[in-house]
């Protein structure tokens, strides 16, 4: 199950930011230096989106959230600058390999920051905030008052004393 979920995240947040990328990379086309608010906006969503998604499996409580998305962090760098060179090659101009290295390395650096920074941020916050439920829901163990248990020893019960004694 662990597997599946960093797994998810991580291509998850891959995909969306190479689809950024390439969406700025083609726009950049029409116009070079006008897109700096643009540029904002988009990085802007990437966190946004990063820092929901943690703060919504913290919030659930989801079983090893924080390494989770270190995990999907560390695969959604690499995969986003593959993704990003094959979108670009395809959509806005011919680029060869040569783009390749520097996009899975400078580039896969700074999209695993994207990713790491603001879903640390989610998971601090989305743990912090109270689940909406009733007395139907059952109490987490690691929350739930600790009750005194039984000790294993026999206590020793009163003797009475006869009357003569």
Known sequence: ????????????????????EIALAKATVYDPTGLTTTRIA???LLVGAAALWSALDAWTR???AGRTWFIAALVAGPVSGVLYVIGRALFVDRTGATELWPAVSGGAAFTALLVLV???????????????GGPE????????PRRPRPSARPRPTPRHRAAGD
Do not use: C, N, Q
Request: proline residues 6%; charged residues 25%.
């Open 1 to 20: 199950m662990v597997f599946r979920s960093w797994l998810v995240r991580g291509l998850g947040m891959a995909v969306l930011h190479a689809i950024a």
């Open 42 to 44: 988009v990085i802007a």
């Open 62 to 64: 989801r079983e090893e």
């Open 118 to 132: 603001p879903a640390g941020l989610g998971l601090f916050v989305g743990g912090r905030l109270k689940r909406p």
């Open 137 to 144: 829901e059952p109490e987490d163990d690691r929350t739930a």
